[in-house]
């Protein structure tokens, strides 16, 4: 008879835990190569500029930081910026930046 009370309670605990962790947006693999993308073609939108290297890692879920490398038209050493991404609560967009 306990086995009848467990088991529905374990199912429904399951059910509960996998609505909650589906419903929290996070960066995927994909998420991330669009993430990059995006920054190649905004800086390819600059004839002056080179984007030589893009890194990026997971600093949670919901948040990338990282670097970029740029050749800049007159300059001999490559520049470094910092970069970020934050990813909407709904997961639908992200937004990032350089600097």
């Known amino acids: 008879m306990q086995l009848f009370k467990i088991v529905p309670l374990i199912v429904i605990g399951g059910v ?7 419903r929290n947006p996070a960066f995927n693999a994909a998420g991330i190569k669009e993430v ?3 920054i190649r073609n905004e800086y390819a939108k600059n004839a002056d500029l080179t984007l030589t290297e893009i890194n990026l890692l997971k600093e ?7 670097f970029v490398k ?6 001999s050493d490559p520049v470094m910026k910092s970069c970020s ?9 992200y937004l990032w930046q350089c600097q």
Do not use: H
């Open 16 to 22: 509960v835990g996998w609505y909650f962790v589906s």
């Open 36 to 38: 990059e993308q995006s």
């Open 60 to 66: 949670s879920d919901r948040k990338l930081v990282g």
């Open 70 to 75: 740029v050749r800049v038209k007159g300059l």
């Open 85 to 93: 991404a934050t990813l909407a609560d709904d997961g639908s967009q």
